[in-house]
């Protein structure tokens, strides 16, 4: 199965920098590596709201190519941990670095949190990162194809329909997969649709099962709210908390399904999404993943059960 379009542009402010050299054994030779994470301040307007958002930005990459020569992309990190200016460096945002990036990429963070449950946290995985010398257009952009799980209104802890309305869609996106796997590699992500333009023609073209295009924007942000704690006596306690914001905001796609070879097939999809239970239990109970084939999924082209 292809590797979907993935693509995610940041224009902005580095804000912070948390690299490092590292290292890991591979067929008992000594691979070195730098990586970590950066933080990227990007202004910019969503469906007409501005907003200010603080992107994480996580790197990797081995320093020699296979073929042993150094590595481009660990060339690109280490002038941003070793060159580059960022606000907590400076001490203020007019003089750290305005920087780009072209060709990050949307993957999800899967893990074993408290009390044995799976958290999946979406993350931008970027390689390249240049300074901007020119005009600056600060921006925080993505460009996904993917499969159409399911959609649904979003609602709050009673159950009622937000007003106004958002709209949360599932989709399936193949990420790079090894020639040697023995499933393809695809992740669950959620997406969001905030304006109703947007959530009338997703609601009214998109089905589950089709393969579709989608931009929009990230909103990597982190917004307050008051709340009453309930006490075992007397008034409850008023007090106010700090919530983390990671969304893929929709604003535009295509109307038609994907056609041919540029669709996704469900069966494929199915394998995907098997493998991807398969690792996640084992995970749970504490099992090593191994490369164990996943049966087949009997085909079923009139109705999409993807099984989670």
Same mark, same amino acid.
């Given at each position: 199965?292809?590797?979907?379009?993935?693509?995610?542009?940041?224009?902005?402010?580095?804000? *912070? !920098? @948390?690299?490092?050299?590292?290292?890991?054994?591979?067929?008992?030779? $000594? #691979? /070195?590596? =730098?990586?970590?994470?950066?933080?990227?301040?990007?202004?910019?307007?969503?469906?007409?709201?501005?907003?200010?958002?603080?992107?994480?930005?996580?790197?990797?990459?081995?320093?020699?190519?296979?073929?042993?020569?150094?590595?481009?992309?660990?060339?690109?990190?280490?002038?941003?941990?070793?060159?580059?200016?960022?606000?907590?460096?400076?001490?203020?945002?007019?003089?750290?670095?305005?920087?780009?990036?072209?060709?990050?990429?949307?993957?999800?963070?899967?893990?074993?949190?408290?009390?044995?449950?799976?958290?999946?946290?979406?993350?931008?995985?970027?390689?390249?990162?240049?300074?901007?010398?020119?005009?600056?257009?600060?921006?925080?952009?993505?460009?996904?194809?993917?499969?159409?799980?399911?959609?649904?209104? *979003? !609602? @709050?802890?009673?159950?009622?329909?937000?007003?106004?309305?958002?709209? $949360? #869609? /599932?989709? =399936?996106?193949?990420?790079?997969?090894?020639?040697?796997?023995?499933?393809?590699?695809?992740?669950?992500?959620?997406?969001?649709?905030?304006?109703?333009?947007?959530?009338?023609?997703?609601?009214?073209?998109?089905?589950?099962?089709?393969?579709?295009?989608?931009?929009?924007?990230?909103?990597?942000?982190?917004?307050?709210?008051?709340?009453?704690?309930?006490?075992?006596?007397?008034?409850?306690?008023?007090?106010?908390?700090?919530?983390?914001?990671?969304?893929?905001?929709?604003?535009?796609?295509?109307?038609?399904?994907?056609?041919?070879?540029?669709?996704?097939?469900?069966?494929?999809?199915?394998?995907?999404?098997?493998?991807?239970?398969?690792?996640?239990?084992?995970?749970?109970?504490?099992?090593?993943?191994?490369?164990?084939?996943?049966?087949?999924?009997?085909?079923?082209?009139?109705?999409?059960?993807?099984?989670?």
């Amino acid at each position: 199965m292809r590797q979907a379009e993935n693509r995610v542009k940041i224009e902005g402010i580095l804000a *912070e !920098t @948390d690299l490092k050299y590292g290292s890991y054994l591979k067929n008992g030779e $000594n #691979v /070195e590596t =730098i990586g970590g994470m950066i933080k990227v301040l990007v202004k910019q307007e969503i469906n007409g709201t501005p907003v200010e958002l603080e992107i994480p930005v996580y790197m990797f990459s081995g320093k020699y190519t296979k073929a042993g020569k150094l590595n481009p992309s660990y060339e690109s990190i280490e002038r941003v941990m070793k060159d580059f200016v960022s606000i907590a460096a400076a001490g203020n945002e007019k003089d750290a670095d305005k920087i780009r990036i072209t060709s990050g990429t949307i993957k999800m963070n899967e893990f074993i949190g408290q009390n044995n449950q799976i958290v999946s946290q979406p993350r931008i995985n970027a390689s390249f990162i240049t300074k901007v010398t020119g005009d600056f257009n600060p921006e925080a952009s993505f460009c996904l194809e993917f499969l159409v799980s399911n959609m649904n209104r *979003e !609602t @709050d802890a009673d159950g009622v329909e937000l007003d106004p309305p958002r709209l $949360n #869609v /599932e989709v =399936i996106v193949p990420q790079y997969t090894s020639p040697d796997a023995a499933a393809p590699n695809v992740d669950v992500i959620t997406l969001k649709a905030i304006s109703p333009s947007v959530i009338n023609a997703v609601e009214s073209y998109w089905e589950s099962g089709n393969t579709y295009r989608a931009s929009g924007r990230l909103n990597f942000s982190a917004k307050t709210e008051e709340y009453m704690e309930e006490v075992d006596f007397g008034e409850a306690m008023r007090k106010v908390r700090t919530i983390s914001v990671s969304e893929f905001i929709i604003t535009g796609g295509s109307q038609a399904p994907l056609e041919g070879d540029f669709a996704f097939d469900i069966d494929e999809i199915k394998a995907g999404i098997a493998a991807r239970k398969t690792r996640l239990e084992d995970a749970k109970s504490g099992k090593t993943a191994t490369n164990k084939k996943t049966p087949a999924p009997t085909s079923n082209k009139g109705k999409l059960d993807l099984g989670f």
